[in-house]
């Protein structure tokens, strides 16, 4: 019943903004004797108006249209001053500013996040609990970050079987400084071009922790640390998911030309460390460290489907996990897919003297040089199956 009363007050508001004027045109909220209303005010009245039980202090300047009542229009009012500001930078300190901050954000602004844990069991679209649906421009991007980077905010679900942490539907995003945690998935981007998710931690996930995905392009996840993912799922427990696989239905494949570099992953990734899909060319995986101890549900540490792809300059320990076979497994799922790709000065400890650097299957193809088996074993560096090329330089 509270659930279905909060969305008629929301209707409400958003109805009532559509025949209001404009504030400078009545004078009200913009009034430079009036204050400035932060997403704490616009939770304040929201909740004082649909239970009537919030405390309310004397001097609280909350009766924007002076009638001598708080009501929807001066909640209208209200929010229409605070998304009239340009370039706001959004604090919020609880789950219930959050959402409401990510439901009302516009391009350039920045959301600011305390210390301190946000959990709630009120899920949206697609049952995440932090949710947001806008895109940011080239020159106004939208940042969400912590507001103490060396004591991040943690963005909590409740259990690793049920729902998405954070989810971002729109482009142009700057998401830094974040921890993620206790859901089924962590960080989602859909249709979030121009993206970039940087020195975040995601671990205690039911499935992938960061997925790029329905045509999110040019992203970049730089520096961020993933681990102890596929608590629930190990199958689909990568750290790191670019694109979709070819069975899936209703989402762009198209996650061309993004960047995985710096990043952290594993122990504990139950499944591949990096999973670049079919359908997807010019992603580049880089300097990156990937630990192997826990990875049940896969034999190697990235797994190349797509076009273009680039693996360079990381380095990867089994930790002694002889389910590890290959380091790169290079893969044409769909034809003309898993072809021209590159990898090279990456470092590889294994647990025996048996697995391959890189293995190729047929339809696909692979340029390597420069790579580095530990232990040493010359004969063990490359595996090309009939039908595929793997090309030594």
């Not at 045509?215 to 190990?234: F, I, K």
């Not at 990937?290 to 540490?301: I, N, P």
């Not at 898993?338 to 294994?350: A, S």
């Not at 595996?383 to 330089?393: D, K, L, M, P, V």
Request: overall charge negative; charged content about 20%.
């Amino acid at each position: 019943m509270k659930r279905k009363l909060i969305l008629n007050m929301l209707s409400i508001t958003s109805a009532l903004a559509m025949f209001l004027p404009s504030l400078k045109s009545i004078g009200y909220a913009d009034d430079s004797e009036r204050s400035v209303y932060t997403m704490a005010d616009i939770c304040a009245l929201q909740d004082f108006l649909l239970t009537k039980d919030t405390d309310v202090l004397i001097d609280h300047d909350y009766d924007l249209n002076d009638d001598g009542i708080w009501n929807a229009v001066d909640l209208c009012f209200m929010k229409r001053q605070f998304s009239a500001a340009e370039h706001r930078t959004i604090s919020v300190s609880n789950s219930q500013e959050l959402q409401m901050a990510l439901a009302e954000v516009q391009p350039g602004d920045t959301i600011l996040l305390s210390p301190g844990t946000y959990q709630t069991d009120q899920s949206g679209k697609s049952a995440s609990f932090f949710c947001a649906q806008v895109s940011g421009t080239e020159k106004l991007p939208i940042t969400l970050k912590s507001a103490v980077p060396e004591n991040p905010a943690v963005l909590s679900g409740n259990e690793s079987s049920k729902n998405i942490v954070l989810y971002i539907i729109g482009e142009y995003w700057n998401i830094e400084n974040l921890i993620c945690c206790n859901a089924k998935k962590g960080i989602m981007l859909d249709q979030a071009s121009h993206s970039v998710i940087r020195n975040a931690v995601v671990y205690h996930i039911g499935e992938e922790g960061i997925h790029l995905r329905d045509g999110s392009s040019e992203c970049q996840v730089l520096n961020c640390r993933v681990y102890d993912t596929g608590l629930s799922t190990p199958q689909y427990g990568e750290a790191i998911y670019i694109g979709s696989a070819k069975s899936t239905t209703g989402y762009s494949y198209e996650c061309h030309n993004n960047l995985v570099s710096g990043c952290i992953l594993g122990p504990n990734v139950a499944a591949e460390h990096v999973d670049v899909k079919e359908y997807t060319t010019g992603n580049i995986i880089e300097n990156c460290v990937m630990y192997g101890g826990g990875m049940t549900a896969t034999d190697s540490f990235v797994d190349i489907k797509g076009n273009h792809v680039v693996v360079r300059g990381n380095t990867c320990d089994a930790q002694g996990n002889t389910n590890i076979t290959d380091a790169f497994q290079v893969r044409s799922q769909v034809d003309g897919w898993g072809i021209d790709n590159l990898v090279h000065g990456n470092t590889v400890t294994f647990a025996g003297e048996t697995e391959y650097v890189v293995r190729s299957w047929r339809g696909s193809s692979c340029t390597v040089y420069d790579n580095i088996r530990q232990p040493e074993n010359p004969s063990m560096m490359y595996r090309a199956y009939s039908g595929s090329t793997i090309t030594e330089q």
